[in-house]
């Protein structure tokens, strides 16, 4: 293959190797010439080296020499080595002896240094000659290459070296002058020099063959590190001729290769419907690929593309998405994947989806923009039925909020779908995919029965698995789930291999379920509380009627009077029993008024505190605002006092016990504990909270049934709450309760508020009899005790009484009295549930005859709700049996004119 591949490219190889050839001996020359400077460096280094060594030598000489002259030269004993110097004949004194008798001659500085050199020369090899044109001593008589420095001096030179060889040892010979200074006059001035003159010189010759060696080895060693670096750059040289002629011979294989490649990518192009495009944004120009040309129909010989075509190409129902979508990709510079359609010549339609990116300059400028056209339009045929398919399924699932879960029961594996996680609060991989974890989940109460349904549809015994049962969300509180599925696939054997079934969350049903059960049961309660309610009352009006006229007799002896006491206060706490129950059953008789409860709410604290333990702080926060409702003043103190005594109850050992008073606009959604109903909008609050032993959710479900406690025999009646149930339904208001065991209870009661001035106050009740003139009063009543207390107590009250028992005969009654006696009846007081006609039809009838007719209904109950509609209509009071006869008097007196 590279044989082939040479003989296809042999300009470019033989250029490759002349370029090589030469790039290798510009690499020589250059390492030589870096070598040759090496060299001259290194002889320089050692020249200098030299020379300064030896002009060390030399001024070190002139120091001596100066020392000596400066001192006239100096005495020294006569010796061998020392002997007088004949020529210093002419010197003074040039020998002198000491006292002593010892011999001293005078040594002159030339002398002295010549003896200097005489030592460095046999200890350290170093020859050094003081020498002169004019000598006096001939062992300073000069050589020939010292007269040449000598001259060289007179002609102004101050300093002469050579490299010579002294011996066979290579050496540098130096020679500097010496100046005639005031102390050589002494031994020279009969030569005829005067200071400043040279007198000659002093010659050193210092040997170099350390020098050299030292040059030769740095020479040696450049000659080496260079060579090392020239066969490196050889080498890479060479490496990098073979490196350049393969990457020639894979770029000739590689264009090959893409070339076959191209051929492919259009045949796969081709396969697979996808073409490619390019748009230069200069010049406009669009160029498609083969592919692209087949989707749109076109020959490429013919066809030229362009920006205006393929948009003509497009659905005339696509054409604005595509270019908006193709616009926004560039100018926000992000990549393009839109689906659109293309119409065709013949009519037909064709999906394609495109993709592509836009690229820029430095500045930003858009340059080019590349992308790829796919023919999906079999894909999408299909992929849309089958989305179609899998929607209708899933629709069928969330529609019917159902999970779904398939199981691979040899290994318990299970497949979920997102919408069984969704029901617990969890993702689908936060679930263990398995029956372990799925048996994790379920309640362990439950678990028990669930497995038996799974072992009896296993095992033939019924054709589907189903079961109720409850499972653990992520917040740890429990959901209903239906469950049902069937085994879809067993193995040779007949042994169940696989089974998929569906979840329903019936969360809401079972609480509905309960709902519907608690409302059944607390309405059956209900009216069976009204139906006792109104025989209770009836009986307590008979009782309490006869034991206040018995208390008011003056024969009655003290302890029978006692005794009677002791009835009286038995008959009002079994009223109060009963009025608790018409509470609850929301039949008792209200007198509702405009009632502002920030001062009313105030007195009933102030009086609550007195029942309540020094160990309990109960206070009452009121917010900032108004809070008038329509509200009758005794059933709301009758609330209050129910759930502080509650609460008080609740904290035996003492603690906090805040009552609220405030205003709220509910914008999110709260649901009515009684009725389940959302409360929405605004909304008075009376929020009682404790720190008390707190209310268990099983328990919670049932506080507001009567007769229902959880107190010791004896502490409670269990209708407190009740109570609390109907007085707030009474009053159009919604409650809502939270508690945790062991952190305390808080109850909230909704009241809607009303405008000021919206009703007038009540009249105060009379605390005394008030007795009457002799009028003549109608009583109406089918239960014999009752009609026969209530003609006692009115007579007792001095008025004559007529007595009916029921509608028709009081009727009657009234037309006969009316015609015969001369004293009309002043009013008719009449019970409301007869037998024939009932006390609302009665009035009716009697406003028929006389619309001025004054007339007072009285009943246990309102049982269909019918007080503010007869009162509307000009009923003139309308009073709950048992009655005292103070309440009676007052009744009756206000009616009669507010006597």
Known sequence: MNTQTESSSPTLLRDITRFSWLMAIVWTLLMAGIFAINVHQHRQMTTQTAVAEARSHFQKDQAFRAWGTLHGGVYVPVSEQTPPNPHLNHVPERDITTPAGKKLTLINPAYMIRQVFTISSEKYGLNEHITSLQFLNPDNSPDAWEKEALTAFDQGSTEVFEFL????????????????????LKCHAQQGYKVGDIRGGISVSLPITNLLASEHYSNVTALLSLGVIWLFG???????????????????????????????????QRLAHLGHWTLDLITNRLQWSQEVFRIFGKDPKVFQPSLQTFQEGVHPDDREMVMQAYEHSVQTRTPCDILHRLLMED???????????????????????????????????????????????????????????????????????????????????????????????????????VLEAITDHFEGRTLFYENDHRLRTKSGQWKWIHTAGQIVSRDASGRPTRAAGIHVDITKNKELEQRVVQQERLSAIGQLTAGIAHDFNNTLTSILGFAQLLDQ??????????????????????????????????????????????????????FLRSIIPETIHLHLDIEPGDYLIQGDPAQIQQLLTNLVINARDAMPKGGDLPVKLGRVKILKETT?????????????????????????????????EPFFTTKEVGKGSGLGLAQVFGITKQHGGHLTVSSEPGQGTSFVIYLPP??????????????????????????????????????????????????????????????????????????????????????????????????????????????????????EQGLTDWFQKPLSLEALSAIIGKAMGGR
């Open 754 to 871: 009303i405008m000021p001035g919206g009703l007038e106050p009540e009249a105060p009740t009379a605390e005394q009899i008030t007795m009457g003139q002799g009028e003549t009063i109608l009583f109406v009543e089918d239960e014999p005790s009752v009609r026969e207390a209530m003609q006692s107590m009115l007579q007792h009250l001095n008025y004559r009484v007529l007595t009916a028992t029921n509608g028709q005969e009081a009727l009657e009654i009234y037309a006969a009295h009316q015609k015969t006696s001369a004293e009309p009846v002043a009013m008719v007081i009449s019970d409301m549930v007869m037998p024939e006609m009932d006390g609302a039809g009665l009035f009716y009838a009697l406003q028929a005859i006389n619309p001025a007719i004054k007339c007072v209904l009285m009943s246990g109950y309102d049982p269909e709700g019918k007080r503010e509609e007869l009162l």
């Open 553 to 606: 007799s003056p024969t009655m002896p003290e302890q029978a009077r006692k005794d009677i006491a002791i009835i009286i206060s038995s008959g009002k706490r079994a009223a109060h029993l009963v009025q608790q129950m018409l509470d609850f059953s929301r039949q008792s008789i209200r007198r509702p008024r405009a009632l502002d409860l920030t001062p009313f709410l105030k007195e009933i604290i102030k």
């Open 672 to 704: 009515c504990f009684l009725c389940q109903h959302p409360i929405r909008g605004e909304w008075i609050t009376i929020t009682v909270t404790d720190t008390g032993t707190g209310i268990s959710r099983e328990l919670l479900a049932r506080i507001f």
């Open 347 to 449: 009519g037909s339609i064709k999906y394609v989806r495109e993709q592509g990116e836009t690229v820029y300059d430095n500045a930003g400028t858009p340059l080019r923009s590349t992308g790829t056209m796919q023919d999906v339009t079999p894909q999408l045929l299909i992929e849309r039925s089958l989305r179609q398919s899998e929607e209708r399924l899933q629709l069928v699932l969330q529609g019917g909020n159902l999970g779904m879960w398939d199981m691979d029961i040899p290994t318990g594996k299970m497949i979920i779908n997102d919408r069984w996680a969704e029901m617990l609060g969890y993702r689908k991989e936060e679930i263990e995919p398995g029956l372990d974890g799925w048996k994790n989940l379920v309640h362990p109460d439950d678990l028990p029965a």
């Open 234 to 268: 050889l080498a890479s040289l060479l490496f990098g001729r073979g490196y350049i002629k393969q990457r020639v011979i894979q770029q000739t294989q590689t264009e090959k290769t893409l070339e076959a490649l191209h051929s492919r990518h259009e045949e796969a």
């Open 165 to 184: 060889d002294i011996n066979g040892a290579p050496h540098l010979r130096l020679m500097m002058p010496m100046l005639t200074t005031e102390g050589c």
